[in-house]
């Protein structure tokens, strides 16, 4: 008898790759379904009970660094124009209490949606002459921080506006699309295995109430985009670039399907 | 600018223990990590901390680059009398950070 073929090792190599990208290819037994309104759990119930402790003490919960910078820049002139936040929109106390949870949000002057970070830079170009901050700047991520604690404990209340739904309806699409090599969507994580563990760290809902959030494991403050960035690397997709109408879409789909969760920020998470 | 965050309770009955934290906003860079050129960046860490109460230190701390970036202290003392607490954060390079807050003890 002919004695058979060893296969060589890149070979079988090969063989297990392709049963492997069959495997993660071949269609989930079930089709993700959204969450419930009332199952809609923030990130933070996932968490450890330090982590949980960080974020609910304002001594201890490293966001507030940030917060205290944002309200400084709040009453900064800034640019040509010599402008402070405050100089048009007042004790932000009062101003901006409910306007994170209100963002992403169509903005008629550029006839495309902002989310919260763009509208600042959308004020700097248009009312303080400033040049716009870049993505995770601190100066942009303190902002945020700032305008997001006046928000803390309001429910996310998404616009209803007409605009905005097709937005959501992108987003959406984008949140149930598969990505990367690993060729998975976030809805097959945040939808259908959340309370589940990758490793040993729990699937969370993947809500977004909290950003911008200050990760220990980033030791610093990082946005919601960020976030998502890391997201799609994990797949092995090419992330989208920053301020992208992608990720903005992904964000309003996402404060859609977090809609009733209180805005925690500044949240802390592991 | 550096940013510290203190917290030290407004109010105490002499004798009490009262609980204090400090928090800074600081990198720590650990002097271990390299740049995207491929250069050290250099070490950069807090490596000192002290807390006097009234003049006398009552907490110090040394810092080595394992601890965290925005490193936070939370140490109890003794309220003795009405005073001032300086809390100081010496940098690598000499560079001091303070911060005070007032204690009323009655």
């Known amino acids: 008898m002919r004695p058979r073929p060893r296969l060589r090792w ?22 993700p379904v959204p969450i419930t309104p009332a199952e809609r759990r923030s990130g933070i119930t996932f968490a450890g009970p330090q982590t949980q402790g960080l974020q609910a003490d304002d001594t201890a919960n490293p966001g507030m660094l940030f917060v205290l910078d944002g309200a400084q820049l709040w009453q900064a002139p800034a640019g040509s124009a010599q402008r402070a936040c405050a100089d048009c929109h007042g004790a932000a106390e009062h101003s901006m209490r409910g306007v994170a949870a209100r963002y992403p949000a169509f903005d008629a002057a550029s006839g495309a949606a902002l989310d919260l970070s763009g509208r600042i830079n959308a004020c700097r170009t248009r009312h303080q002459d400033a040049p716009q901050l870049a993505s995770e700047e601190p100066g942009l991520l303190a902002l945020a921080a700032f305008v997001g604690f006046q928000s803390r404990g309001l429910p996310l209340a998404p616009p209803q506006d007409p605009p905005m739904a097709a937005v959501r309806k992108e987003g959406r699409r984008l949140y149930e699309t598969r990505m990367g090599q690993l060729r998975l969507s976030c809805a097959e994580c945040h939808d259908a295995l959340w309370a589940n563990r990758l490793g040993s760290s729990p699937i969370t809902q993947g809500q977004a109430g909290a950003y911008p ?26 992330p989208f670039a920053p301020g992208a109408p992608e990720f903005i879409a992904l964000e309003a789909y996402l404060a859609e399907r977090g809609a009733g969760l209180p805005v925690e920020t500044p949240g802390v998470r592991p | 600018m550096t940013r510290t965050l203190v917290n030290v309770p407004k109010t105490a009955r002499r004798g009490d223990v009262v609980e204090i934290r400090a928090m800074i906003a600081h990198p720590m860079e650990t002097g271990y990590r390299n740049g995207p050129d491929g250069a050290a960046i250099p070490r950069r860490i807090i490596h000192r901390f002290t807390c006097t109460y009234g003049g006398e230190e009552v907490f110090a701390a040394d810092f080595h680059p394992a601890v965290g970036a925005n490193p936070y202290v939370a140490f109890s003392t003794v309220a003795i009398e009405s005073s001032t607490l300086t809390f100081t954060w010496i940098e690598d390079g000499g560079a001091v950070h303070a911060a005070t807050a007032e204690i009323a003890v009655d």
């Open chain 1, 10 to 31: 890149t070979e079988v190599v090969r063989a297990r790759a392709v049963v492997l990208a069959l495997a993660l290819a071949a269609p989930a037994a079930a089709e």
């Open chain 1, 213 to 238: 959030i200050y990760r220990l494991e980033w030791q610093g403050l990082g946005s919601l985009q960020r976030r998502m960035r890391a997201c799609m690397s994990g797949v092995r997709a090419e």
